[in-house]
C-alpha cells in the first residue's frame, strides 16, 4: 500500500480499502495503472513536526486532561485522527483529537495519566497554557467519511477513548448525518466520565443521537447504564448489519468489540478500531 500526495489515483486502485483509507489517498501499487503523473510515498514515512503553542490545560475529571493547542499554520487533519505529542526530540506518544477542523479553531486532545508515564506525567506536571511544545501531522483512519447518511453508526469507548469518538459525532452531525449515531462510553464508576452534560445536551438537541454512559462496578447512579460497555452496547443493537462502528480505548475491550460486533453483522470493513 502507498499513498498519493500528488495526482489522481485510479479507483481500482482502492478497491476493497477501508474508506477512511482510500479518502486519505492510499492505494494498492499492484493494482495501479496511472493515466497521469502522481506523486507517491510509503506509508511508514516519517511524519512531519511543527511547534504549536498550548492556549487551554483544564481537568475534564481527576485523571484526563484536557489541552488546547495552536498550531502557528492551517493544520490538515480529520476528526478522530491522531497525532504525537513530543516531550523531547526522542520521547512522544500518541493523542487522539477531540476537535474537529470546521467546528473548532483549535487542536483539542483528551490526555490520561498513566502511572510512570513519561509523557502524561510531564503533562499533568508541568505543562501550562502558553508554552511552546512539537507536534506531529496528523495520521490514523479512524474518523466519519461522508457519503451514506442514512447508515446507523455505533461508537463503544473507555477512558479517554472518547476525544475521537466526540470529534467523530460532532463531524458525523455537522454533516448532516440522519441515520442513528450511539455512543456508549464505560468507567468503572461515574468519576472515571467525563463530558457527561455535554453530550447530554448534543444529544437533546439531535434526535438521531443518544448518549449511554455506562458504569461496570458498584451500584450505577440514575441516569447511567449498569455493566460493562461493550455488553450494554450489544444488549440494546444486538443486529449491526449495515452499521457502521467505532471503537476507541482500552485494547483488551477494543480487540473483544471488533470480534463481538463483527459476530453481530457488522462488515471488518465498517468497523474502525483505535486501541490506547
Known amino acids: 500500500m502507498?499513498?498519493?500526495?500528488?495526482?489522481?489515483?485510479?479507483?481500482?486502485?482502492?478497491a476493497g480499502l477501508k474508506p477512511t483509507l482510500a479518502a486519505q489517498n492510499y492505494f494498492l501499487?499492484?493494482?495501479?495503472?496511472?493515466?497521469?503523473?502522481?506523486?507517491?510515498v510509503l506509508p511508514e514515512k516519517e511524519m512531519s513536526r511543527l511547534a504549536a503553542r498550548v492556549s487551554g490545560v483544564e481537568y475534564l475529571n481527576a485523571e484526563i486532561l484536557g489541552i488546547?493547542?495552536?498550531?502557528?499554520?492551517?493544520?490538515?487533519?480529520?476528526?478522530?485522527?491522531?497525532?504525537?505529542?513530543?516531550?523531547?526530540a526522542t520521547t512522544a506518544r500518541c493523542?487522539?483529537?477531540?476537535?474537529?477542523?470546521?467546528?473548532?479553531?483549535?487542536?483539542?486532545?483528551?490526555?490520561?495519566?498513566?502511572?510512570g508515564g513519561l509523557v502524561s506525567g510531564w503533562i499533568f506536571e508541568s505543562l501550562k497554557p502558553g508554552d511552546t511544545i512539537t507536534i506531529s501531522a496528523a495520521t490514523g483512519d479512524c474518523f466519519y467519511v461522508p457519503g451514506n447518511p442514512g447508515q446507523n453508526i455505533?461508537?463503544?469507548?473507555?477512558g479517554s477513548g472518547l476525544a475521537p469518538l466526540y470529534g467523530i459525532i460532532r463531524d458525523a452531525l455537522r454533516n448532516g448525518h440522519t441515520g442513528k449515531i450511539?455512543?456508549?462510553?464505560?468507567?468503572?464508576?461515574?468519576?472515571?466520565?467525563?463530558?457527561?452534560?455535554?453530550?447530554?445536551?448534543?444529544?437533546?438537541?439531535?434526535?438521531?443521537?443518544?448518549?449511554?454512559?455506562?458504569?461496570?462496578?458498584?451500584?450505577a447512579p440514575a441516569g447511567y447504564a449498569q455493566g460493562v460497555v461493550l455488553d450494554v452496547a450489544l444488549a440494546d443493537?444486538?443486529?449491526?448489519?449495515?452499521?457502521?462502528?467505532?471503537?476507541?480505548?482500552?485494547?483488551?475491550?477494543?480487540?473483544a468489540a471488533k470480534k463481538e460486533t463483527f459476530f453481530a453483522g457488522a462488515s471488518m470493513r465498517d468497523i474502525f478500531a483505535d486501541p490506547f
Open 154 to 158: 455505533l461508537l463503544i469507548g473507555t
Open 182 to 219: 450511539s455512543l456508549y462510553h464505560g468507567s468503572y464508576n461515574s468519576d472515571g466520565l467525563y463530558l457527561v452534560e455535554k453530550l447530554r445536551k448534543l444529544a437533546a438537541a439531535n434526535s438521531n443521537f443518544s448518549y449511554v454512559p455506562c458504569v461496570s462496578d458498584g451500584v
Open 95 to 115: 493523542y487522539s483529537l477531540a476537535s474537529v477542523p470546521a467546528l473548532d479553531d483549535e487542536l483539542m486532545l483528551h490526555v490520561r495519566k498513566v502511572p
Open 2 to 14: 502507498m499513498q498519493a500526495i500528488k495526482g489522481a489515483v485510479p479507483d481500482q486502485a482502492q
Open 237 to 255: 443493537n444486538p443486529d449491526l448489519s449495515g452499521w457502521r462502528v467505532f471503537l476507541c480505548g482500552n485494547p483488551n475491550m477494543v480487540n
Open 29 to 40: 501499487a499492484c493494482s495501479c495503472f496511472p493515466q497521469q503523473d502522481i506523486e507517491v
Open 68 to 88: 488546547r493547542i495552536s498550531p502557528p499554520r492551517p493544520f490538515e487533519y480529520k476528526a478522530g485522527q491522531f497525532i504525537n505529542f513530543f516531550k523531547d
